[in-house]
Each structure stands twice: as C-alpha cells, then as structure tokens.
C-alpha cells in the first residue's frame, strides 16, 4: 500500500466514516476490511478505533456504544434502552437466559478452554442440553479435540459472548476468588483447578444475568442491536 495513501483521510473524518460503516453494517467489522474501505493498514485503523472508542463511550448521552475488540469492531445500544427498544420495534420473542445456561457461560468464560466432562463435574449435573443449545446460540463453539481417548471437544467463548454481555474481554469479568484444589478422587479434565462457588457472586450476576441483554435465536435481534 502507498504510504501517501493513509493520509487521504483526516482523523475527524476517518472517525466520522468509521462511525457511518459500522452503523450501517449492525454487525462486527475487522480492522482489516474497514482498512481496505479507508485506504489504511489494519494496525492503523485498530490503533484509531481504540482511540475513538475511549471518547466515544464517555459520552453518557449517547444511546450506543463503540465497541472494540480483538480483531474487529461494532456499534451497539446501550444495555438499559433495550426494554424500549424492544417496544418501540414490537419485539416480543427472545428472553433471558435460564439460570443453568449463565452457570455453564461462567464456567467456560472462567477456565476456557474446556470439556464437556470439565463442566459436568464442576457442575455435578449433565450439562449436554444447555452446551448444544449455547453452541446454537453461537455464545460457545468447540475450538479443538483433547488428545485423549475419546479425542473429546473443548469449548470456549465466542465473540457473540463479548458482544452480548457488553465487554471486549474477558479480562473485564469480575475477579473470581482463589480456586479450590480437586477433592480426593475427583477428575478435573485440562487439569484446570475449579474456581469457589462465591455466597454473594460479587458482580458475576450483574455482568452475566443483568447484562445478558435478551439473548434470542433471531440474530438481529441479539443484543439489542439496531
């Protein structure tokens, strides 16, 4: 690429397009195809995104935020206009998710990648049905096959996750409190230790069950994006 062609564009409008682009898109963007649009290298427009995105969510009066994560970017509503969103647009289908469903999202989110098996035990329940229907809500994906008998999937967080729940990482989840060693005769697949169970969940509930923003099977809906 042309050296003289980054500068074609200045920085208020290089926001300002940025800003129309994922506005229209409604969907996540990569650095690299917004590059492509505003004759740019991928670092650069990911460097300014960044940037723009710091101010941008400062500005409590808007009713979107900018978010910016690993590899790409998206505009979305704000978590607490989605009731009137959902009336203004007649959207009546969707709901949160169940209790179990945010159990398993925390395990994975916590200790990814992991097995199924890894679930089960720190759950003590089978969790099949609540993995298949996150998989089908595109909140985890199997990532790999562990190297064991039986080659099992390992399971993580998708970028849907980080969109749904209103972070750009997983480093934002609250701190969890020093994990437990395995109790005599219990298997622990990835040899991932389980983190304690807190009383009082100290902000787990308010990212994963308030933030959980009416996941639903209709994509357009997911989030509460416009």
Do not use: W
């Not at 409590?60 to 607490?80: N, P, V, W, Y």
């Not at 959207?91 to 199924?116: C, M």
């Amino acid at each position: 690429m042309d050296n003289n062609a980054i500068e074609k564009i200045n920085d208020t409008d290089v926001e300002g397009a940025i800003e129309a682009i994922l506005f229209a898109a409604g969907h996540p963007i990569t650095y690299a195809k917004l590059g492509e649009s505003l004759e740019m290298f991928e670092a650069q427009v990911k460097k300014k995104v960044l940037a723009f995105a710091e101010r941008y969510n400062k500005d409590t009066a808007r009713g979107i935020m900018l978010l910016a994560f690993e590899d790409s970017c998206q505009l979305c509503t704000k978590e607490q206009y989605l009731p009137l969103i959902k009336e203004a647009l007649g959207i009546r289908k969707g709901g949160n998710l169940s209790a179990s469903s945010l159990e398993v999202l925390a395990i994975i989110a916590y200790n990814e990648p992991v097995t199924r098996a890894f679930i089960d035990t720190v759950r003590k329940v089978d969790s099949a049905y609540v993995v298949n229907s996150l998989c089908e809500k595109n909140l985890i994906e199997a990532c790999g096959r562990l190297d064991v008998p039986g080659r099992p999937h390992i399971y993580r967080t998708t970028p849907t996750f980080l969109r749904c729940f209103g972070i750009d990482s997983l480093e934002q989840l609250p701190y969890i409190d020093i994990p437990r060693a395995p109790s005599e005769g219990e298997i622990i697949p990835l040899d991932i230790e389980v983190p304690t169970p807190r009383s009082k969940n100290d902000g787990l509930d308010e990212i994963m069950g308030e933030n959980s923003q009416e996941i639903n099977e209709e994509q357009s809906e997911e989030n509460g994006e416009i």
